[in-house]
C-alpha cells in the first residue's frame, strides 16, 4: 500500500473587522508611521472589540467558512488541535469550546501552546494522527486574539501584534501530496526574552500583577530578532537540504509574519525570490498562532496541486521549525 501523507484539503482564515492603524498608534504612544514601517513592514492590524468575546470567536467563522468550502458537516471532524497562546479561559481548552460552538460532536480536541510556531507544531502532530491511520479529518486551528495581552502603553510590543485565527483542514492522501517532512525545535532558555510574566501559577493574578501590566506580552526585541533571524533562517535551509531541494524547486516560502526584515533573511539564505515569498504582514502584524494560516488563505487560490511549500517560524518559547509540503489541491 502508498504511504498516507497528511494533506491539507481546505483553508480558511478570518480577521476582524477593526483596523489599528500606524497613524492611530501614534495617537497612542511615542511612534510613528515611517520607524513601524521601516522597522516591521507593519502598516495596521485587526483588534476584535466587543466585551466577551475571545479566541474561539476568532475560530469559529474561520472553521465554518472552511467546512462549507470542503463541503462537509462538522459532525465529521474527528480531531481538533488548537494553537493559541490567548485561549477563551485557562481551561476548558479552547478546542472544545469551539468543538461546543460549531457542533463537532464526534472531535477530541487539545490546546497547543507553541506560540508563534504553533500551526508548524499543530499540522506536525495533526499529521501524526492520520499517517497513522487512527483519524481521517484532523482540524488545525491557530489564532491569537493577541490585544487580550498587549500593553497599549508600551510602544515596543504595541505596534507589532495584531488578532486573527486560521484554519486548515488534513485529511490522508496515498498519492504523494501533503506534508512531506517536518523539523520541530524549542529551547526553554529563551523564556527570559520573550514571556508573559503573571497569570499563570508561578505568579497568579493579582491586584499588583494587574498595576505592573505583568499580563502583557514582555519582548526584549532585539535580542528574539537575533535568534529569529538565524534559527528561522537555518532551519529552512535545513529542510530544503534534507530533501534535496534547491530554491528553484520551492514554489512558496510561507514564513511567519513577525518582522519584514526577518522574512527577508530567511528567504536570502534559502536563495527564494520575493516573488515566491507570502507575505500579508502590512496588513495583519502578527498574529502569532494566526499568521502562516492566514496566509495559505489569502494565497489559496494562487496554489497549483503540486507547488512545493516551505513553512516557517520562530516564536516564544523559543519555539522553532519547518515543514515541507506538497500542495494536495
Ligand atoms: O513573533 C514572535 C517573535 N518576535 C519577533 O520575532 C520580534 C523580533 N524583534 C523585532 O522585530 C524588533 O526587535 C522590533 C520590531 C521589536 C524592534 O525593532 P529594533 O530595530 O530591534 O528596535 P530596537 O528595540 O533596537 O529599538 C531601536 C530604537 C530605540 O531607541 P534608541 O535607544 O536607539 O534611542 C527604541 O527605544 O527605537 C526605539 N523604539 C521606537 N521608536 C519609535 C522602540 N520602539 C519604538 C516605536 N517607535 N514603536
Same mark, same amino acid.
Given at each position: ?60 467563522? *474561520? ?10 458537516? *462538522? ?17 476548558? *481548552? ?12 464526534? *472531535? ?13 507544531? #499543530?499540522?506536525?502532530? #495533526? ?50 501530496? #501533503? ?15 520573550? %514571556?508573559?510574566?503573571? #497569570? ?6 493579582? %491586584? ?6 505583568? %499580563? ?26 534534507? @530533501? ?63 507547488? @512545493? ?21
Amino acid at each position: 500500500m502508498s504511504k498516507i501523507h497528511a494533506a491539507i484539503t481546505a483553508v480558511n482564515g478570518y480577521v476582524p473587522d477593526y483596523i489599528l492603524t500606524n497613524q492611530e498608534l501614534e495617537t497612542m504612544v511615542d511612534t510613528n508611521d515611517e520607524w513601524i514601517t521601516s522597522r516591521t513592514g507593519i502598516k495596521e492590524r485587526r483588534i476584535l472589540k466587543g466585551e466577551g468575546l475571545g479566541v474561539t470567536d476568532l475560530a469559529v467563522p *474561520a472553521v465554518e467558512g472552511l467546512l462549507k468550502k470542503r463541503g462537509i458537516g *462538522a459532525e465529521e471532524i474527528d480531531l481538533i488541535i488548537f494553537c493559541t497562546i490567548t485561549p477563551d479561559m485557562p481551561f476548558p *481548552a479552547s478546542a472544545n469550546i469551539l468543538a461546543d460552538k460549531i457542533g463537532a460532536k464526534n *472531535a477530541w480536541g487539545y490546546d497547543l501552546v507553541a506560540a508563534c510556531s504553533g500551526f508548524i507544531f #499543530g499540522l506536525a502532530t #495533526g499529521a501524526q494522527f492520520i499517517e497513522s491511520g487512527k483519524h481521517k479529518k484532523v482540524l488545525v486551528v491557530a489564532g491569537d486574539k493577541m490585544s487580550s495581552i498587549i500593553n497599549y502603553e508600551d510602544r515596543v510590543t504595541c505596534i507589532i501584534f495584531g488578532d486573527g485565527c486560521g484554519a486548515a483542514l488534513l485529511e490522508p492522501n496515498v498519492d504523494g501530496y #501533503g506534508i512531506i517532512d517536518s523539523i520541530l525545535k524549542s529551547d526553554g532558555s529563551g523564556k527570559v526574552f520573550l %514571556h508573559q510574566k503573571a #497569570g499563570g501559577s508561578m505568579r497568579p493574578a493579582s %491586584h499588583a500583577t494587574v498595576d505592573a501590566n505583568e %499580563h502583557a506580552v514582555f519582548q526584549e526585541g532585539q535580542a528574539v530578532f537575533k535568534f529569529a533571524v538565524t534559527n528561522m533562517a537555518d532551519v529552512a535551509a535545513e529542510i530544503m537540504e534534507k @530533501n534535496d531541494l534547491t530554491a528553484e524547486d520551492v514554489d512558496w516560502l510561507v514564513p511567519h509574519q513577525a518582522n519584514k526584515r526577518i522574512i527577508d533573511a530567511t528567504a536570502n539564505r534559502m536563495g527564494v525570490g520575493s516573488d515566491k515569498v507570502m507575505i500579508n504582514i502590512e496588513k495583519y502584524g502578527n498574529t502569532t498562532n494566526g499568521t502562516i494560516p492566514l496566509l495559505l488563505w489569502e494565497w489559496e487560490n494562487k496554489l497549483k496541486k503540486g507547488d @512545493n511549500l516551505v513553512l516557517a517560524a520562530f516564536g516564544g518559547g523559543f519555539t522553532w521549525g519547518s515543514i515541507y509540503l506538497k500542495w494536495a489541491y
